[in-house]
């Protein structure tokens, strides 16, 4: 069983930062992307950030400039550092990982951007 765990979300004000990090444990079988989705109210999830087994990460156009994505194979974590926050980056964080199966996602965390 692949459980992923999020944690960092929160409240701050607009121009604060935040920093998202997740764990992945269980029986992955050749872990490919791992990344971030979000979904704000009333909209659709919509990737974030991914980034590829090797480290090259590519970013919605949104957060390109603010939000830095990284990732640790040998601990199977994978961290959002966001700067620069915006109202309209409320949502609910989501990482992901894919293997050679499937994808998992985590339970998702809340981060709440104020103006």
């Known amino acids: 069983q692949v459980q992923l765990v999020e944690s960092g979300g929160g409240l701050v004000q607009a121009g604060g930062s935040l920093r998202l990090s997740c764990v992945a444990s269980?029986?992955?079988?050749?872990?490919?992307?791992m990344g971030w989705y979000r979904q704000a109210p009333g909209k659709q999830r919509e990737v974030v950030a991914v980034?590829?087994?090797?480290?090259?990460?590519n970013y919605a156009e949104s957060v390109k400039g603010r939000f830095t994505g990284s990732r640790d194979n040998a601990k199977n974590t994978v961290d959002l550092e966001m700067n620069s926050l915006k109202p309209e980056d409320t949502a609910v964080y989501y990482c992901?990982?894919?293997?050679?199966?499937?994808?998992?996602w985590g339970q998702g965390t809340q981060v709440t951007v104020s103006s």
């Open positions: 992901y990982l894919n293997d050679v199966y499937r994808t998992y």
């Open positions: 269980g029986s992955m079988v050749g872990i490919t992307n």
């Open positions: 980034i590829s087994y090797g480290g090259t990460t």
